[in-house]
T-cell receptor, first 112, second 113 residues
Framework: ETGVTQSPTHLIKTRGQQVTLRCSSQSGHNTVSWYQQALGQGPQFIFQYYREEENGRGNFPPRFSGLQFPNYSSELNVNALELDDSALYLC???????????FGEGSWLTVV | AQSVSQHNHHVILSEAASLELGCNYSYGGTVNLFWYVQYPGQHLQLLLKYFSGDPLVKGIKGFEAEFIKSKFSFNLRKPSVQWSDTAEYFCAVRGLSAGKSTFGDGTTLTVKP
């Protein structure tokens, strides 16, 4: 176990709706990153948060947004859901003393 | 821009066969390199990593990888696979000045008992 926990594990949403996914980072980790893993592909970097600020973003539109809280937990919000947003969303945490990221089990999102 | 290419999409081996999974990366700077494994129904787990020093790194479960800087490669090897090695394997690169890790599309390994 990595100590990174995500919720919910599975959810189904309708196109156009909004979704919030949650992540608790491993103890001692102050950096959280989010990845999208579509079927048959590797994880794609969405963004990263460090000390409650976004400090890196991949090629995802602004309707993908996030938050990091003082306890380093994090949320990923996706507005105006599209069918192509159906994927496994992975949260990963790390510390600035170690350049290894540790993944949670992910949240499976299905958009219908 | 960072990119990672894994040459084999699906590899099928019999138990005790040797394994080598290819990984090439593109990045204009110093990188950290990783191999992750995802067993069916489980989360991504770190197999091994290379930051600096000896280019031959050993990981968990008998896996090793060799960093060849001139070839921009970081191939994963195991001398003798087991049925329990059936999983998906991902190579990833992380630039020292970048906040993100870039993953390849993965290689599915099936080991026949």
């Amino acid at each position: 176990e990595t100590g990174v926990t995500q919720s919910p594990t599975h959810l189904i949403k309708t196109r156009g709706q909004q979704v919030t996914l949650r992540c608790s980072s491993q103890s001692g980790h102050n950096t959280v990153s989010w990845y999208q893993q579509a079927l048959g592909q590797g994880p794609q970097f969405i963004f990263q948060y460090y000390r409650e600020e976004e400090n890196g973003r991949g090629n995802f539109p602004p309707r993908f947004s996030g938050l990091q809280f003082p306890n380093y937990s994090s949320e990923l919000n996706v507005n105006a859901l599209e069918l192509d947003d159906s994927a496994l969303y992975l949260c990963a945490s790390s510390s600035n003393r170690e350049d290894t990221i540790y993944f949670g089990e992910g949240s499976w999102l299905t958009v219908v | 821009a960072q990119s990672v290419s894994q040459h084999n999409h699906h590899v099928i081996l019999s138990e005790a066969a040797s394994l080598e999974l290819g990984c090439n990366y593109s990045y204009g700077g110093t990188v950290n390199l990783f191999w992750y494994v995802q067993y069916p129904g489980q989360h991504l787990q770190l197999l091994l990593k290379y930051f600096s020093g000896d280019p031959l790194v050993k990981g968990i479960k008998g896996f090793e990888a060799e960093f060849i800087k001139s070839k921009f490669s970081f191939n994963l090897r195991k001398p003798s696979v087991q049925w329990s090695d059936t999983a998906e394997y991902f190579c990833a690169v992380r630039g020292l000045s970048a906040g993100k890790s870039t993953f390849g599309d993965g290689t599915t390994l099936t080991v026949k008992p």
